[in-house]
């Protein structure tokens, strides 16, 4: 995976002009030249000096139109800005790469747990169906990242925890960390699978995660 490391360096391409002619159902608004991300759901180029200053601005757009901002959205556009911008680009190392991978599997696992907190829980009965699973299953350790405490992603937990605060299972004492998603499983057992979908994980043959259990 390549990351984008010279965030404030102006790319060359990137005009109204030549996003016009590269997009010529969407408008461009925005700087006059720089990075640049296309919405499509509003059929709009996005351009702004700065990479940071576009994830601000894709994201105030995204919001002025009532339009969920994706969990994986900076990412998605990092790496779309390094297929454009090669040269302002380098391989993140493994360790490194796998960290971002971990963060963002498991903001959108808090995530899906906050919401399905308001939106409905799995019954008792499915949970403890789940969690008679996870508690064999070999994918169920210890959890190998802890997330720093200042992070974005220790709200996510706070809350979480707060949401599931009274829901518990006979295997709790049993269940750890699903180390391919990186998720808690005594929470996870008691959230709807829809919001945790993730096609890139192959889930052990006898997980609940899979489409056909």
């Known amino acids: 995976m390549l ?4 965030h404030v360096e102006i790319p060359r391409t990137g005009t109204h002009k030549q996003l016009k002619a590269r997009y010529p159902d969407y408008t461009v608004y925005g700087d006059s030249n720089g990075y640049f991300w296309p919405v499509e759901q509003t059929k709009t180029v996005v351009v702004s000096l700065t990479f940071k200053t576009l994830i601000e601005a894709v994201k105030r757009h995204l919001t002025a139109n009532d339009i969920s901002i994706p969990i ?8 779309f800005s390094c297929a454009e911008y090669p040269a302002m680009c380098e391989e ?3 360790d490194s790469e796998r960290k971002v991978s971990l963060w963002y599997m498991a903001k959108k696992f808090f995530t899906a747990v906050i919401s399905a907190a308001t939106t409905g829980l799995v019954s008792q009965e499915e949970a403890e169906l789940r969690a008679s699973i996870c508690a064999v299953c070999p994918h169920n350790k210890p959890q190998e990242l802890n997330f720093c405490s200042g992070c974005h992603t220790a709200k996510f937990v706070r809350d979480a925890a707060e949401a599931l605060s009274t829901r518990h299972t006979s295997y709790d004492n049993r269940l750890d960390t699903c180390e391919l998603c990186s998720c808690s499983l005594k929470l996870k057992v008691f959230v709807p699978k829809e919001g945790m979908e993730d096609k890139n994980i192959q889930w052990h043959p006898d997980c609940w995660m899979r489409p056909e259990n």
């Open 72 to 79: 994986d959205l900076e990412r998605s556009m990092n790496e």
């Open 3 to 6: 990351k984008l490391t010279r």
């Open 92 to 94: 993140i190392d493994p």
